[in-house]
């Protein structure tokens, strides 16, 4: 009789050490699809979180362009894909969540993308991004990117203020002063991008934008997507019309005035 009841002892806690096991194999599964994404993510988005999630350096080089920019800081610019592989290889945080905000083509012809990303660490923080892509030897890169991190305060923002300076933008720029424009509605350590190496600094800027002296220029900013991503930055994507009708890409940034100017601009 007791070694019956040994045997059954033995056998109930056969049964629940299976479940414990199965529950915690079933768990272990759960957490490594915790990587949530919206259905409008690409699969070349996934790649890239997950070549980053692995500090798979040589994956995460053939994600950019050789000549790819990234903009940490104004005083931090990084212009090719191996210094970018090396600055995600040394990340501590993985991606856990990844959402894509807004995406449009650009550029057909050359298959050039604009998009906004939204994506969570596993620390709890969250960033937005505004990357270019682009398709070269069949395969969709990363030429250009910009992240900040995201803050609730991004509400307490008042887009009409950003209106009103895009508003002002388009006088100035229909003035044809191209050193008025730029004087009054960039930041000092302004970028601009144009597919080729990055120009940095007011007066390069002014230099650049000589076109728009010409009298017979005339241009218009209609904002496809505006995203505020904290109290210091807003991402805007929108379309050109007048005598350029390309898409573009302004990063605001508000400045200790209170000011918003363009931290980054760019297009095609």
């Not at 002892?9 to 096991?21: A, H, P, R, T, Y």
């Not at 050109?240 to 918003?260: A, E, F, H, R, T």
């Given at each position: 009789m007791?070694?019956?009841?040994?045997?059954?002892?033995?056998?109930?806690?056969?049964?629940?050490?299976?479940?414990?096991?199965?529950n915690t194999k079933e768990n272990v599964t759960n957490s490594k699809e915790e990587i949530v994404q919206s259905e409008k993510v690409s699969d070349y988005s996934i790649d890239w979180v997950n070549a980053i999630n692995n500090k798979n350096i040589h994956a995460i080089e053939k994600m950019y362009a050789s000549n790819a920019s990234m903009v940490i800081s104004v005083d931090s610019i990084l212009e090719s894909s191996s210094q970018i592989a090396t600055h995600y290889g040394?990340?501590?945080?993985?991606?856990?969540?990844?959402?894509s905000?807004?995406?449009v083509e650009a550029n057909k012809k050359r298959r050039i993308t604009y998009e906004i990303i939204k994506y969570k660490t596993e620390d709890q923080k969250e960033y937005i991004q505004i990357v270019i892509w682009k398709l070269e030897n069949g395969q969709v890169i990363r030429e250009f990117e910009f992240t900040e991190r995201s803050s609730p305060e991004a509400k307490k923002v008042g887009i009409n203020e950003i209106a009103n300076r895009r508003k002002l933008w388009v006088e100035l720029c229909n003035a044809n002063n191209a050193e008025n424009l730029v004087k009054q509605l960039y930041s000092t350590n302004t970028i601009y991008f144009n597919h080729k190496p990055i120009i940095q600094g007011l007066e390069d800027v002014i230099k650049e934008y000589d076109y728009m002296n010409n009298t017979k220029y005339s241009l218009n900013l209609e904002p496809m997507k505006l995203e505020v991503v904290n109290a210091n930055f807003a991402y805007e994507i929108g379309?050109?019309?007048?005598?350029?009708?390309?898409?573009?890409?302004?990063?605001?940034?508000?400045?200790?005035?209170?000011?918003?100017?363009?931290?980054i601009d760019s297009n095609i």
């Open positions: 007791k070694l019956k009841t040994i045997i059954l002892s033995f056998v109930v806690l056969v049964i629940i050490g299976c479940k414990q096991l199965a040394i990340k501590k945080n993985k991606i856990m969540a990844i959402e905000l807004f995406t379309q050109c019309s007048g005598s350029y009708n390309g898409k573009y890409i302004l990063v605001w940034k508000k400045q200790p005035d209170g000011k918003w100017k363009i931290h």
